[in-house]
């Protein structure tokens, strides 16, 4: 173990050399993040797959618009309206559909829900050799952990046919609901004392389904509770290829590599806060916000405390509010914009609904104090993180598997984008970085 004077040392020295004038950015044209100086991202490909649209340019000009989601081609208004009119679950024919491309009729979904339940079960040992010997703080540390697992337990895990990345992507994805409420059973038990239970699977029951009853000690969930969770499983499946997970995927892919690095590195990029652990960001400001607003329905009061979060005067002192903004949406999120809707109906005449409007008040309130505070006239709408952590809340979904369950949903839409990388991408993916550190004279070891 280092010690704390030789660790801070060495930080010094680490944060010295690796510091880079912002200015430098600027004189050589470089592209941070990827993103073109109005925010919006450099074209590093193309997709069949999925539509994220928020704006359009309209002679050099970024004009706002109200946000769309594409899947194949198909609005996810559509998706999602169609399984709820027709009362079924619709996340496995979001599955389906992004994996081939096209939707599938009765008899073939009524197959691939039936792979999928097949699929579902973890290889033999693996709970306990992978699982329980090995708990982690951590879920998404142990789902990453546990995908690259699996390439131990494949036959041939360095296949590329077409066939076998099919099959090995079914698999992942049917199992990898089992493996987060597992991981959480067991985190459970070793981290926070509670009794760890562990119940068998159903075979005829929807990824929501599975999901409700493995969590829960009776096992019992109305259809209200699992058809909002496979909402928003539908909701969160897949959102275009340049987002930092799928963007990560489609680059390993580029280098040849197994299917289980490629989508463990997808739940790596997933994990981190500017990401899809920016529901936590949200979570935390939402509790901060009942803490300190003692009316909930007093909107002058929610707005000074809202004020003072945009001067960093309050929560994590960074000015943003989590939940609000997106780099792609502008007027609107439409995924924001149905799970608002629903969440609305599930709270009413609950415990939950003064909470919800409390959150209605955040999403109406922020964008004025927000233009009113920065100064900015940037179109700013609520993104799909403002309501789902509410909506797990409601069903009882610790905040441990709030990222997991992004990652358990986007796991379809890091295959579909792995296929289309290894079909059509044909060339490492590999850009530039400018070195801007002069030559240096080597000196002896005893004359430094």
Not at 78 to 87: G, I, M, R, W, Y
Not at 138 to 167: F, G, T, V
Not at 204 to 227: G, V
Not at 368 to 394: R, T
């Amino acid at each position: 173990m280092i010690n704390n004077a030789a660790r801070s040392l060495l930080c010094e020295q680490f944060i010295a050399n690796n510091t880079i004038d912002p200015k430098l950015y600027d004189r050589y044209v470089v592209k941070r993040g990827l993103r073109n100086s109005d925010g919006t991202g450099v074209m590093a490909g193309l997709t069949n797959i999925c539509n994220v649209h928020g704006y359009v340019v309209n002679e050099g000009e970024k004009s706002p618009i109200q946000g769309q989601l594409i899947f194949r081609g198909y609005n996810i208004n559509d998706l999602v309206s169609n399984a709820q009119k027709e009362n079924r679950f619709g996340y496995e024919e979001i599955v389906y559909l992004l994996l081939m491309g096209d939707l599938p009729n009765r008899e073939e979904l009524t197959a691939f829900k039936g792979m999928m339940a097949e699929n579902r079960p973890l290889p033999d040992n693996f709970f306990e050799d992978m699982i329980l010997k090995a708990p982690s703080k951590n879920i998404m540390n142990k789902m990453a952990r546990a995908i690259l697992a699996l390439y131990s337990y494949d036959d041939n895990p360095e296949n590329r046919s077409p066939e076998y990345e099919m099959a090995t992507a079914i698999s992942i994805i049917s199992k990898l609901p089992n493996i987060m409420v597992s991981a959480y059973q067991v985190k459970k038990r070793c981290y926070d004392g509670e009794s760890l239970f562990m119940h068998p699977l159903i075979p005829t029951h929807s990824t929501a389904e599975m999901i409700l009853s493995a969590l829960r000690p009776d096992r019992q969930f109305t259809e209200e509770e699992a058809k909002i969770l496979d909402l928003l499983l539908m909701l969160h499946a897949e959102h275009g290829g340049g987002n930092n997970s799928t963007f990560a995927c489609r680059v390993l892919t580029s280098s040849g590599t197994d299917p289980y690095s490629a989508y463990s590195a997808a739940i790596g990029s997933l994990k981190g806060p500017r990401h899809g652990g920016a529901n936590l960001k949200v979570a935390a400001m939402h509790q901060c916000i009942k803490d300190n607003v003692q009316n909930w329905e007093d909107e002058g009061e929610i707005a000074d405390f809202l004020t003072k979060i945009l001067n960093k005067e309050a929560f994590d002192h960074t000015g943003l509010v989590y939940g609000m903004g997106h780099a792609v949406y502008t007027l609107s999120d439409p995924r924001a914009v149905i799970l608002r809707e629903n969440a609305k109906k599930m709270a009413e005449n609950t415990e939950f609904e003064r909470e919800y409007k409390l959150l209605e008040a955040v999403e109406r309130l922020t964008p004025e104090l927000f233009k009113k505070i920065k100064g900015s006239d940037k179109a700013m709408c609520a993104n799909v993180d403002m309501y789902s952590g509410f909506v797990y809340s409601m069903l009882g979904i610790p905040e441990d598997l709030y990222t997991p369950m992004f990652a358990v949903s986007r796991m379809a839409g890091w295959c579909a984008h792995r296929f289309e990388e290894l079909v059509t991408g044909k060339r490492i993916i590999r850009p530039a970085y400018k070195a801007i550190s002069g030559e240096k004279k080597y000196i002896p070891l005893d004359e430094r």
